[in-house]
């Protein structure tokens, strides 16, 4: 179909929001996690272009169609006292898949990481998802082994918010 070189990547624009949330639930149907998605396009605009705003987005196009995404924002190593860069979403439509697109975009990543000084570039992988861990170690990326992921959200979220306040 495309070749690598063929795939134009650049930051997402007010006008790509609609675009984004596809994105964003095509990821989600691919990950059989589309009941969870409840962002709109109004907390995207804010998120991504809003004042407070602190995730970026980059789109990826071949010959002028969406071929997929990556989301993006700094966190901070204190071991290396610098930020780091942390992909939150990376998603590749389906037509597109194998043909140079998610290497782009990682590529593309990279650079803005090494031009930013940052210490680092980390994201995480769903632990059924062999052809994507596969993918990202052939690319250098190793799994962080030894560390366990954990989240608090909704309901556990807001007790131990309220728990600080007695």
């Given amino acids: 179909m495309t070749q690598a ?8 624009t007010l006008a790509d929001v609609p675009l984004i949330l596809e994105l964003i639930r095509g990821l989600a149907i691919y990950e059989k ?9 109004a907390i995207l605009r804010e ?25 993006f924002f700094h966190n901070f190593s204190t071991w290396l006292g610098r930020r780091g860069l942390y992909l939150e979403d990376l998603f590749v439509q389906p037509a597109f898949r194998g043909h140079g697109v998610g ?4 590529t593309h ?3 803005i990481a090494v031009a930013r000084d940052c210490g680092r570039f980390e994201w995480q992988v769903l632990d059924w998802n ?12 190793r799994p962080n082994a030894g560390w366990i992921n954990y989240r608090i959200t909704g309901d556990a979220l807001r007790r131990l918010a309220k728990s600080a306040s007695h």
């Fill in 33 to 41: 996690l589309e009941d969870q998605v409840v962002v709109s396009e």
């Fill in 109 to 111: 990543l990279a650079g």
């Fill in 130 to 141: 062999q052809s994507a861990r596969d993918f990202y170690e052939k690319l250098g990326a």
């Fill in 5 to 12: 070189t063929d795939v134009h990547i650049s930051a997402a």
């Fill in 47 to 71: 998120s991504l272009f809003g004042a407070g705003g602190g995730a970026e987005c980059l789109i990826a196009r071949v010959q002028g169609q969406a071929a997929g995404f990556a989301l």
């Fill in 103 to 106: 290497k782009a975009l990682l």
